[in-house]
């Protein structure tokens, strides 16, 4: 199995369809949206898979992201799988405005070890993102760009606003689980139909051992809406080709859902 970082359902290319949802086609053509909601489960959270950081580490991060942020559970895995891959002499640097990233990268340069690694998000910006590019292109080969992953909009549930990864040419340190890099080109919507008055509801657990002792997947049977099914497969994918509903939502297996929380997300 890959140990690196990956994304369940949506990807960084996928673009939200004209509801403000994402949609997923099944390999028959047939598409399901993605419900997200106030009491739902972080999309992020749940949407990215990170087979190389250990169970413990996960929920310590997943705790994190219950609290108000300004970046995804994916950016948190590279950093957190980048800055452990590191030797205690060296860093990375995140700054943003044109001005302040190339002035942050020039001033940190005479401290980076060589195989430094330098992270860099909102990079979906372009002033953060041509003054990384042009401090590497001034130095001379002595930087390297090792990941460059942009999403399609502002506050993606997958890397939010972008995010690029520089390394300084020398003896390297264990190479982190970057995410695989998908296609560069926006995707087109999923087309989705308009939902029946009491649409189907397809729930996917994630990341759950025993589903009959998963607080996640018990919380379904409490749900306040009736038109709901539980998808079980070996992988999420797996359980969307399985299903049958209109839309679909990602509960984590540790986690209880609100009793209200799918006829939240549906809306009136």
Known sequence: MSDAIGFRLVQPQDVRGPDGRFAVERRSGRAARILEGPSMHHLDVCNTATPALAPDTRARLRELCRIPRLA???????????????????????????????????????????????LVDDTNWDEPRQATLDFVAASGGDFEVVLDLRTTAEDHPTLRNGVMALRKRGTAGPEP????????????????????????????????????????????????????????????????????????????????????????????
């Open 177 to 268: 689980a970057w995410p695989a890099a998908g296609p560069a080109e926006e995707s087109e919507p999923a087309a989705a139909g308009p939902a029946a008055a009491e649409p189907l509801v397809t729930a996917i657990v994630v990341e759950g051992d025993d589903p009959a002792a998963d607080p996640g997947t018990e919380s379904l049977t409490a749900q306040t809406y009736p038109n709901l099914e539980v998808s079980v497969g070996a992988t999420p994918r797996e359980a969307l080709e399985a299903s049958e509903g209109e839309f679909v939502c990602l509960v984590h297996a540790a986690d209880p859902l609100p009793p209200e929380a799918i006829e939240e997300a549906l809306g009136p």
């Open 72 to 118: 995804t559970f994916g950016c948190a895995a590279i950093v957190n799988g980048a800055v452990a891959a590191m030797p205690r002499s060296q860093t990375f640097v995140n700054v943003h405005s044109y001005d302040n990233q190339l002035g942050g990268l020039r001033a940190a340069e005479p401290f980076l070890a060589d195989g430094a690694l330098v």
